[in-house]
């Protein structure tokens, strides 16, 4: 089995890296983790890519070295664009088994206007997809 793990550069979820390592530790799964950095266009940007992708590496390096620290290995890729269409790009290329992310960070509004990752995976992913929300004790 194959899991690829969506991380999120907008916000820290360790929650879904938890869950992804009960879930290789459970099923002997091999684990990598992807960052979109979220950018379809510099051009119109506040900011330059080099943020973006620098919160992506930060965010990947963040789950893989959380994985480490249970025993889990896990690759780590960081990639351009949408995240929702590199997401399902780089799990086809990686035959993934199961996508997990956590749920969106995004407030109900921001959802309905710009679209939801998660929703949008598990509409047009082909595969599984693992949405993991926050614990209520967190």
């Given at each position: ?20 390592a009960d879930?290789a ?7 990598t ?6 950018l379809?266009s ?14 992506a ?23 351009p ?13 990686q035959?993934?088994d199961?996508?997990?992310?956590g ?14 990752v ?21």
């Amino acid at each position: 089995m194959h899991i690829v793990l969506a991380a999120n550069p907008q916000a820290e979820q360790p929650w879904v890296t938890d869950a992804v390592a009960d879930l290789a530790r459970q099923t002997g799964a091999s684990v990598t983790v992807l960052a979109v950095d979220e950018l379809e266009s510099e051009y119109l940007s506040p900011m330059p890519r080099s943020v973006y992708t620098e919160r992506a590496e930060h965010a990947a390096e963040a789950a893989v070295r959380r994985l480490a620290e249970v025993g889990i290995e896990a690759s780590r890729t960081v990639l351009p664009g949408r995240a929702a269409e590199q997401i399902i790009r780089f799990a086809s290329d990686q035959k993934a088994d199961l996508i997990v992310l956590g749920s969106s960070v995004r407030p109900v509004v921001a959802q309905r206007l710009l679209g939801s990752v998660p929703l949008t995976l598990i509409q047009k992913a082909g595969r599984p997809v693992l949405v993991v929300t926050r614990p209520v004790n967190e």
